[in-house]
């Protein structure tokens, strides 16, 4: 069975300093992995995805994520927040097989601190 | 491209009502679905669509309605409107049904039943 969990519902940082998103998922199965952004009043958009190709993954505006099998971690992070990285992130998890097996976890609402 | 569009951005039922949220997309995709968004739950998969004629139930289908007559449309039918129904709920698609791909999310509708 799939789960994903994301280990803390709200993250504050300054801006400039170092982001850290915890993601955890379960996956019978080799899965595919990702990070969506949502930004207030607006839909969710792709940042980076891993699909069994290199374990770090480079996404846009400067994030990236390491899969760690091991660790059944995919953390996401960012070396320096801006302003415009506040937002909501959800982390998902997929089969291969099937769209409609993505399990989101439950979000992490990040607060960029002037 | 417009990507994915729905309408409307909001909408106030009161209970028993019915209503339809629409959901086009430009991109040629085959796999559409929706989702709603509740606080502290992430996102739950309510119907999904492989292709033209093609539906089938997600994790929360139960109250709602879907038809795919063309591979640009989908909308979503409230046959009778729940207080539990209020909601955001989402659009989205992808290239197939693989969970490889990336998911295209609309802006979302905002849902109150009252």
């Known amino acids: 069975a799939q789960s994903v969990t994301q280990l803390d519902s709200h993250v504050s940082v300054s801006e400039g300093t170092p982001v850290l998103l915890r993601c955890n998922y379960s996956s019978s199965y080799s899965p595919s992995l990702f990070w969506y952004v949502q930004h207030p009043n607006k839909g969710l958009q792709l940042l980076l995805k891993y699909t069994s190709a290199a374990t770090l993954v480079k996404g846009i505006n400067g994030f990236e994520a390491e899969f760690k099998k091991s660790e059944t971690s995919f953390h996401l992070t960012k070396p320096s927040a801006h302003m415009s990285d506040a937002a909501e992130y959800f982390c998902v998890v997929s089969e291969w097989a099937g769209a409609n097996n993505l399990f989101f976890g439950t979000g992490t609402r990040l607060t960029v601190i002037p | 491209n417009a990507g994915v569009t729905q309408t409307p951005k909001f909408q106030v039922l009161k209970t028993g009502q019915s209503m339809t949220l629409q959901c086009a997309q430009d991109?040629?995709?085959?796999?559409m679905s929706w989702y709603r968004q509740d606080p502290g739950m992430g996102l739950r998969l309510i119907h999904y669509s492989v292709g033209a004629g093609i539906t089938d139930q997600g994790e929360v289908p139960n109250g709602y309605n879907v038809s795919r007559s063309t591979t640009e449309d989908f909308p979503l039918r409230l046959l009778s409107a729940a207080p539990s129904q209020t909601s955001v709920y989402f659009c989205?698609?992808?290239?197939?049904?693989?969970?490889?791909?990336?998911?295209?999310f609309g802006p979302g509708t905002r849902l109150t039943v009252l």
């Open positions: 991109m040629n995709h085959e796999y």
């Open positions: 989205a698609s992808s290239y197939s049904a693989s969970g490889r791909n990336e998911q295209f």
